[in-house]
């Protein structure tokens, strides 16, 4: 017996008919006629980010700005700011907003609640997906929603539980 299985993208394709400009008629289409190598590599490493661990602290290493004897001193100050409480510690070094992507993108996706829940929800999985290869033992948690830890709209944040 011969069968056919498909395995869907933890992208939603209907997404695609909430753009308002189409450039081809899928979205790998529609990526194909948009981007540069440059852009590829360059959203590769958004969703496969560096990460930085200091002292057992897990961060996104964009947002912790910090290696070697700095980034203790800067852990320390967090720890002092924040209480020694890791999980807020990590909650609020590794929040961002969905739009501080795309600064300077002024487009009406950015208004459109499906796309940047789309982009929340791929964010999530790969952050995921990068946090379990690294640390596979440990309870590491990729989520968003609204005004994280004071970020303006729609934030992600990443913690260990």
């Known amino acids: 017996m011969k069968y056919v299985n498909l395995y869907k993208s933890i992208v939603n394709e209907q997404i695609f008919h909430e753009f308002k400009e189409q450039r081809g008629v899928t979205l790998f289409n529609h990526s194909a006629n948009s981007n540069y190598i440059e852009d590829f590599i360059s959203a590769a490493y958004v969703l496969c ?10 961060f996104i290493a964009d ?7 700095e980034a203790i001193n800067r852990l320390l100050k967090l720890e002092t700011q924040f209480n020694s409480d890791k999980k807020l510690i990590e909650q609020w070094v590794n929040s961002w907003s969905i739009g501080d992507f795309f600064l300077g993108k002024d487009c009406e996706a950015m208004d459109n609640e499906k796309i940047l829940k789309q982009f929340g929800d791929i964010l999530v999985y790969n952050w995921m997906r990068r946090a379990k290869e690294l640390f ?26």
């Open 136 to 161: 596979p033992n440990r309870s590491i948690i990729v989520k968003y929603g609204e005004g994280l830890m004071g970020e303006l709209g729609l934030s992600i944040t990443l913690y260990e539980q």
């Open 63 to 69: 947002f912790f700005e910090a290696q070697e004897d």
């Open 49 to 58: 980010p560096n990460i930085i661990e200091v002292n057992g602290y897990i």
